[in-house]
């Protein structure tokens, strides 16, 4: 049973323009969300986060956005540069500590 | 400190073997996590330490697999009689975390596994 899903597996998008990554998730007892990326041979590194009390937080190129009715949160990052070009999980916890992580969107971002 | 470490970075091994592998977190996190992720998944929690108790472990974690952490500092994982299915990206994170506070996890490199 997948709690938290990336419908989309992979993303390309223009270098300079935005990039949308989407993850929906179905426990409505998750409380907290983080963004990783995941370059190849390499293990995720923490992007950015946010807790359900909040419904938007940046932190320089990267802004998450939470929409808690629609069980719903979505990473921008602008502008996208060809660095971006990675492998992006969510992953979402309920109050506790095991996480669940998204399948992942495999981001290209071309020059 | 360089981040959390893992050792080794690949192993290879034959159905039935027993392996163990080593995560060293970053040395102020009192939470360790294990992980497995295999292709086109996103990493799937096996268990957790804080300190050195093992507070929890997912259904996934069979009799075959078990973890310590016995001075709440490094952690190992062993596999015993590995089966073909367990060929996998095991992921270590630690954290610190305080309760009724979000911890982030930060992740290492992985011990890739691939059982023949």
């Known amino acids: 049973d997948q709690q938290v899903k990336q419908n989309s597996p992979s993303l390309s998008v223009q270098e300079g323009r935005i990039s949308i990554l989407n993850c929906d998730y179905t426990n409505s007892m998750f409380d907290y969300f983080l963004w990783y990326k995941k370059y190849p041979a390499e293990g995720p590194t923490f992007l950015i986060s946010i807790s359900s009390i909040k419904d938007k937080n940046e932190d320089g190129r990267f802004t998450v956005f939470l929409n808690k009715s629609a069980k719903h949160l979505s990473l921008h990052i602008v502008p996208s540069q060809p660095g971006d070009s990675a492998v992006y999980f969510c992953?979402?916890?309920?109050?506790?500590?095991?996480?669940?992580f998204g399948t992942g969107t495999s981001l290209t971002v071309i020059p | 400190d360089t981040g959390v470490s893992q050792d080794p970075r690949h192993k290879i091994t034959k159905r039935g073997q027993n392996v163990t592998f080593r995560c060293d977190p970053i040395s102020e996190h009192n939470r360790l996590y294990w992980y497995r992720q295999t292709l086109g998944q996103g990493p799937e929690f096996l268990t957790y330490f804080q300190n050195e108790a093992q507070l929890e472990k997912s259904r996934l974690l069979s009799d075959r697999f078990s973890a310590e952490r016995p001075k709440g500092s490094f952690s190992t994982l062993e596999i015993q009689r590995t089966e073909q299915g367990d060929s996998a990206m095991y992921l270590c994170?630690?954290?610190?975390?305080?309760?009724?506070?979000?911890?982030?996890?930060?992740f290492g490199p992985g011990t890739r596994l691939t059982v023949l």
């Open positions: 992953a979402a916890r309920p109050t506790g500590n095991q996480f669940y």
């Open positions: 994170a630690s954290s610190f975390g305080l309760a009724g506070v979000a911890d982030t996890q930060y």
